[in-house]
C-alpha cells in the first residue's frame, strides 16, 4: 500500500454537502436540511493539514502493539483519518470547528495506544471508502456500517453496535411494542419513519388506534417535542437516542430495548488485516482499562458497547438493507 505523505502545511479543506449525498442516501436517507453548504474548514487545521479535535483520553502506549503498526505510518507517528462530521454524536464539527464525537474521543484512544498522533480529514461519506482503497487516507471513521459489499472492498474492524431505540419522558408509560394510539416523534426520511408505519399498520389491524408519527427535518427537534410534552416518545437511532437523553439532564429516559442492531466498523485497505488485529486488540485492551465504556458513558451511548472487537467479522447480507447505519 503506497501511504499518503503527511502534509507540512495548513490549507484549507472545502467541503460540500447536498441533500442527497453522503450517508444520507438509500438505504440511510437521514434527512439534512437547507442548501448545500461549504464549510472552509480553515482556522482548525493543525500542522497536518487536517481538522481539530479534542485531545485524545489518557491512555498508555502497548510497545508490543504499536509495532504492528505498517512502518511508514509508525515512523511519522501520524495515521490520516477521514470522516464526514455531520452526525451527533459519532462525529460532528463543535462550535469552535474541532471535530468532536464518540467516534473522535474513541479513535484518538485507539491511536494513543499505538502511539500514534491522529490527523482529521473532512471528506464526503461516499468518497472515503474508496478514498481508503487508494491510499489517500489511511483509515475512515465514520459510522460506517460493517456490510458484506464493502468487506469486499476493505478490511473493517468492528467497535461499536447501532441500531433503533425509543425514548421518552420518565413519567410517560409506553412500550415500543405497544405504542398504538401514541404520538411519535421521528426524523424525516429515515428508516424509522418506515418502523412506525409498519408498527401502525399492526395496530389498526388489530382493531387498536394507530400511531400518530410526527416528523421533524432535525434531530434536536425530537427531544424538543417530547421533552415539552407535545409527542409522547421519539424514535431514532440509538445513538442519536442516547445521546438526546444524555443532553436532557434527566428530562428524557430509554425506554424498550435496541433492536435492528449492527456493527460499526473502522475502514482500512483491504490488505491491511495486521494493521486492523492491532487496532482490534487496541480495542480490547481500552475495554479492559475502562477507557472505552468512559468514552461511551460520555456521548451517552453505552448501550452499544461491544466486548469482542473483530477483524472482518461475518455479517449476513440482509443487514445491508435492515441496517439503521449508515
Not at 474548514?41 to 497536518?48: K, M, P, Q, Y
Not at 492491532?278 to 481500552?286: G, K, N, S, T, V
Request: charged letters at 20%; aromatic letters at 6%; one cysteine or more.
Amino acid at each position: 500500500m503506497n501511504w499518503p505523505a503527511t502534509r507540512k502545511w495548513c490549507e484549507p479543506i472545502w467541503v460540500v454537502r447536498t441533500p442527497a449525498g453522503g450517508r444520507h442516501a438509500a438505504p440511510r436517507m437521514r434527512a439534512l436540511v437547507g442548501l448545500a453548504v461549504v464549510l472552509a474548514l480553515v482556522a482548525g487545521c493543525t500542522r497536518g493539514g487536517g481538522t481539530r479535535s479534542a485531545p485524545a483520553p489518557s491512555t498508555t502506549v502497548d510497545s508490543t502493539l504499536a509495532a504492528q503498526v505498517p512502518a511508514p505510518i509508525r515512523s511519522a507517528r501520524m495515521v490520516i483519518v477521514a470522516t464526514d462530521p455531520i452526525y451527533q454524536p459519532s462525529e460532528f464539527l463543535a462550535p469552535d470547528k474541532a471535530l468532536a464525537g464518540f467516534d473522535v474521543d474513541l479513535f484518538n484512544a485507539v491511536a494513543g495506544k499505538l502511539a500514534l498522533k491522529t490527523e482529521w480529514k473532512t471528506a464526503d461519506f461516499d468518497d472515503i471508502i474508496p478514498g481508503v482503497a487508494a491510499g489517500r487516507y489511511h483509515l475512515g471513521v465514520s459510522s460506517f456500517t460493517i456490510r458484506p459489499d464493502r468487506e469486499e472492498q476493505v478490511t473493517m474492524v468492528s467497535y461499536f453496535a447501532a441500531g433503533t431505540q425509543w425514548a421518552a419522558r420518565p413519567s410517560v408509560a409506553i412500550d415500543p411494542d405497544d405504542a398504538c394510539g401514541k404520538r411519535v416523534a421521528v426524523q424525516s426520511s429515515t428508516l424509522q419513519v418506515n418502523d412506525l408505519a409498519t408498527r401502525s399498520a399492526a395496530c389498526t389491524a388489530a382493531g387498536k388506534p394507530a400511531i400518530q408519527a410526527d416528523e421533524y427535518l432535525k434531530q434536536a427537534d425530537l427531544a424538543t417535542a417530547v421533552s415539552s410534552g407535545k409527542d409522547d416518545a421519539l424514535i431514532a437511532d440509538s445513538p442519536v437516542s442516547g445521546y438526546a437523553v444524555k443532553q436532557s439532564g434527566g428530562t428524557l429516559t430509554l425506554v424498550g430495548r435496541l433492536y435492528q442492531a449492527v456493527r460499526y466498523g473502522y475502514v482500512l485497505p483491504r490488505d491491511e488485516t495486521d494493521f486492523g488485529q492491532a487496532l482490534a486488540r487496541a480495542l480490547r485492551q481500552l475495554m479492559v482499562e475502562g477507557t472505552y465504556a468512559a468514552i461511551l458513558d460520555k456521548w451517552g451511548v453505552s448501550a452499544g458497547a461491544i466486548s469482542d472487537p473483530a477483524v472482518n467479522p461475518v455479517v449476513p447480507s440482509a443487514s445491508a438493507s435492515a441496517s439503521p447505519g449508515p
